[in-house]
Structures are given as C-alpha cells and as structure tokens.
C-alpha cells in the first residue's frame, strides 16, 4: 500500500498540518527532519494498538498521524477523531474556547481539513 504525506497551510491562522497516512516510522522522521521539526521525544509514534495520532509542536507545526490507508467508516471515523483533536488545540492556542458564541469557527475549520484531507487519501 502506498504512503501519503502533505502539508495543508490553515491560511489565516499560522499554522501548517502534516498529514501523514501509512509512513514507516524512518520516513516520517526524515520528512519531519526536512520541514524543521525536531521532536526528539518522537510524540507521533504509535503504540501498540494506536490508529491515529495527533501532535502539535512547539513550532504550530501540527500532525495527523494515520497507521493505515482509510477504508472503513471506523477508519474514517478515527481520522475524523484526529481532525477534532488537532482543531481544539489549535484554537486553545490562539485563545479561542470552544462555546455557543465559537462553535461555528471550530465547524468550519473541522470542515476544511476534512476536505482537504479526504481530497487527498
């Protein structure tokens, strides 16, 4: 099965996403290497019974960490789980909290990366 890897920019937050879907654990540490991500406690590596992983580095460099190339709606439901993970805490960071008055923001930027993910797996 192939791998995929690539970079979606969040345009009007400064941030960037790395998503990467079936890459061995050597390739995926080159390309973090190649893009100035040095994470020497390797937080996306995946335990034993991981599927996704979701990082977010210093940096506001961001990772979606997927195992295996989606095919099932669990699949798709545990990269949606990343895509969730990964929009709280970037709005954490910009001190956005998740309320009535938010939630919408939070919608849109979930439905963003959702399509431009599925656009590209």
């Known amino acids: 099965m192939k791998s995929k890897n690539f970079i979606i920019p969040l345009v009007v937050y400064p941030f960037d996403l790395m998503v990467s879907v079936a890459e061995s654990d050597a390739k995926l540490k080159k390309t973090l290497s190649d893009n100035g991500v040095n994470d020497e406690d390797e937080m996306w590596t995946f335990g034993e019974t991981t599927t996704g992983r979701f990082c977010l580095f210093p940096s506001n460099q961001g990772l979606i960490r997927i195992r295996e ?3 099932t709606n669990v699949d798709y439901a545990n990269l949606q789980h990343e895509i969730f993970h990964y929009v709280m805490h970037i709005f954490d960071r910009i001190g956005m909290k998740w309320t009535q008055e938010s939630d919408e923001a939070y919608s849109y930027l979930i439905g ?6 599925y656009k590209r797996i």
Do not use: G, H
């Open 112 to 117: 963003y990366l959702t399509s431009e993910i």
């Open 69 to 71: 190339m989606p095919k």
